[in-house]
């Protein structure tokens, strides 16, 4: 194992929003606080609050909307033009990645403070870049986690369930993505052991996940939510940085990266089309038809989208223009240790969504 990355401390704990002061005191005195609007009118005030009791001067700055290489810069600027020597990011994964971003360049510590479960971005050492309007660019790699990690279950129960729903889908790809690309390989003990993680979550998804969404949509912080919030950020971010250029995402990821390039994108998030993308894949690799179901079964008691309608590519021009997208990109689809081409991607996504609509009946 050459290399393994992970934050210096994860902590999740009820109530720990109220105190992140006390855990900024080592990293330095004048934070930035990196959040979005919406964010910071439902945790901003109290972050602050709990900053200026431990004796710290900080500065909020509002997120804009994408991990840009403008709004990083921007970041950037203000960190160095400030004075800042700490900075703080939070809310969902595209505000976490700038921060984490912009702090790198700046050679500052980062702390993460997620308020959804729908991404593993509070742990991970990648930030992916979009444009102002949100079409993928590349993907950073940072080469460190965040320094710290805070997550209170309390706040990311009251999120919207489709976040975590959609988080427990970005999870479960690891598996599915990961076995494959692995398939073939030579594997090392750090390679085993995400190997091992990503089945160990997609086992707890499958028996924990359908109670943490329902607890999830009535606003309770049970020992489920708790799991899957561990599972969907501890111990995705885990197996990423085990398992690191050798664990890569696949067909499941193409899809998603490749749909940014649609205009009205936006109505669906990350963890979403990576949970049909999976069933793409599935398809594509040929696998037991027991095997799919199961899964779509699954993703009806997640919340999650069965159909090309639901992803928003019910259009057939749409997809045929993510079809050639993801073999534009081509990186991702190409780790497949089989060959593809377009129109087996595109039949598997008509059959994807036949399964789908079937089950939808």
């Known amino acids: 194992m050459d290399l393994f990355l992970a934050p210096e401390r994860y902590i999740q704990q009820k109530g720990i929003i109220k105190r992140v002061g006390e855990f900024l005191i080592p990293f330095g005195k004048r934070p930035l606080l990196l959040a979005d609007g919406l964010v910071f009118s439902i945790v901003g005030k109290t972050i602050l609050e709990s900053l200026k009791e431990a004796g710290l001067s900080s500065r909020f700055e509002e997120f804009r909307g994408e991990c840009s290489p403008e709004e990083i810069d921007k970041v950037a600027n203000i960190i160095k033009k400030e004075g800042i020597d700490v900075v703080i990011g939070c809310g969902g994964g595209k505000s976490l990645d700038t921060a984490k971003a912009a702090s790198l360049y700046a050679r500052l ?37 965040p320094d710290l990690t805070l997550v209170d279950p309390e706040v990311i129960s009251q999120a919207p369930a489709r976040l975590i729903s959609a988080g427990m889908a970005d999870t479960l790809a690891k598996w599915y993505e990961g076995r494959v ?17 990503s089945k160990r979550a997609c086992e707890l998804i499958k028996e924990f996940g359908p109670k943490a969404k329902e607890d999830v949509e009535r606003k309770r912080c049970s020992k489920e939510v708790e799991l899957i919030i561990q599972t969907n950020i501890l111990l995705t971010g885990l197996i990423a940085g085990l398992g690191r250029e050798k664990f890569r995402s696949v067909a ?23 949970a049909f993308g ?16 199961e899964l779509l079964e699954l993703y009806s008691l997640l919340g999650l989208p069965l159909t090309l309608e639901e992803i928003g590519l019910g259009d057939e021009e749409r997809l045929k223009i993510v079809v050639k997208e993801i073999f534009r990109q081509g990186r991702r689809i190409r780790n497949l240790p089989f060959p593809v081409d377009e129109d087996m991607v595109y039949k598997a996504l008509l059959k994807a969504d036949d399964w789908g609509r079937k089950m939808r009946k």
Request: net charge positive; proline share 3%.
């Open 252 to 274: 499941a990821h193409a899809l998603n990266y490749a749909m940014t390039m649609l205009r009205g994108n936006r109505s669906t998030l990350h963890g979403e089309r990576v």
């Open 181 to 197: 690309v692995v398939r073939n390989m030579e594997k090392d003990l750090s390679t085993e052991l995400a190997l091992s993680l």
């Open 278 to 293: 999976i069933i793409m894949q599935l398809i594509l690799e040929r696998r037991n038809e027991d095997e799919i179901e």
């Open 109 to 145: 510590p980062v702390i993460t403070i997620p308020t959804s479960a729908a991404t593993c971005a509070a742990w991970s050492f990648i930030a992916p870049t979009y444009t102002r309007e949100g079409k993928y660019i590349k993907t950073l790699d940072l080469k460190k986690s």
